[in-house]
């Protein structure tokens, strides 16, 4: 599947193909879309035990809701893994696709913004979730409003639309 270049993805806004709400033309890149963080997150309960993972198994189970106000930060530590949201709500048509990836700029200190889930299906009208985890061996303060990571938008082969568990996500 081709991959949208700037352009390219300017001229999908305008066609209706992509909406993205609220959006700054400058976050718009030769080839991907730079994306903040949010206020919203979700932390992992420090509980020990075993946590079983299957169909019915809901991650609210495991974490807790945390609001960080502009100006502030929140922090993640070694190994640790938080879950982040996305400012902006991507809308998709059924013939566009793409992938959420991390930005070298944080890279380069460890910070990965996503475990395993950056695909974004055709037809999706919602926040992203950022499974944010820092590999590094220093404590990272992250800042709601820092474009955190850039999506990646390629047109799919025929059209199809999500209509999975997380269709209307607006919080992690």
């Known amino acids: 599947m081709p991959v949208l270049i700037g352009q390219e993805i300017k ?18 890149g030769p080839g991907s879309l730079d994306l903040t963080l949010g206020n919203e997150f979700r932390i992992f309960k420090k509980e020990s035990g075993v946590c079983h993972v299957h169909n019915e198994s809901d991650f609210a ?7 960080v106000p502009d100006g502030s930060f ?8 938080i879950l982040g949201i996305t400012r902006e709500r991507i809308t998709l048509a059924d013939t566009m696709a793409g992938w959420l990836e991390g930005r070298s700029r944080f890279a380069r200190f460890g910070l990965a913004v996503h475990v395993t889930a950056g695909f974004m299906q055709p037809g999706i009208s919602n926040q992203q979730v950022l499974e944010i985890v ?3 061996h220093k404590t990272l303060a992250l800042y709601p409003g820092t474009r955190i990571c850039q999506f990646v938008f390629e047109r799919c082969l025929g059209s199809a639309q999500y209509k999975g568990r997380f269709v209307d996500q607006v919080k992690p």
């Open 11 to 28: 001229d999908a806004i305008a066609r209706g193909e992509i909406a993205i709400d609220p959006l700054e033309e400058s976050q718009i």
């Open 61 to 67: 189970d495991v974490t807790e809701a945390v609001t």
């Open 74 to 81: 929140i922090t993640i530590a070694p190994c640790e893994m």
């Open 134 to 136: 820092n590999l590094g």
